[in-house]
């Protein structure tokens, strides 16, 4: 039986692949290719974005309750507005989580994500997220 998940388990190159294309490395920049430099601004990092972009306190300790849910993946637009705030977001499988998007693409949105004692960076599709709530 084949895997019919919309995204089947990568490999250590697919997973870095995703990543430069998340957060490219500037050209002559230190570091591993496509991996941000501490802080994602200056050298290694992505251009533009600066160091206190990303969060320096956890999110809040509440989980805020759901709204109504689109059978349809959200609009790249409408989450362009919680650019830089505490975002609570519910995907299709059921997974939730608070995160810190710095980066809204025309299916994607990247940031950080809140593993229960730090930020850690993470991108996703936004066809996956069902719905979210930002403060």
């Known amino acids: 039986m084949y895997n019919q998940e919309v995204y089947p388990t990568t490999n250590a190159y ?5 990543l430069n294309f998340l957060f490219p490395s500037a050209p002559g920049s230190i570091g591993t290719p496509g991996i941000p430099g501490p802080g994602f ?4 990092g992505i251009p533009g974005l600066q160091p206190s972009q990303a969060p320096t306190a956890p999110p809040p300790a509440f989980i805020p309750q759901q709204a109504a849910a689109s059978p349809f993946a959200i609009d790249p637009g409408a989450i362009s507005l919680c650019m ?6 519910w995907l299709s499988n059921g997974d939730s989580f608070w995160f810190f998007p710095v980066f809204i693409g025309p299916r994607s949105v990247a940031g950080f994500r809140w593993n229960g004692r730090f930020w850690m960076i ?4 936004t066809r ?3 719905s979210f709530t930002c403060f």
């Open 14 to 18: 697919q997973q870095s692949e995703r």
């Open 41 to 44: 601004g200056g050298p290694g």
């Open 84 to 89: 830089f705030r505490n975002t609570y977001i």
């Open 122 to 125: 993470f991108g996703i599709d």
């Open 128 to 130: 996956r997220i069902v």
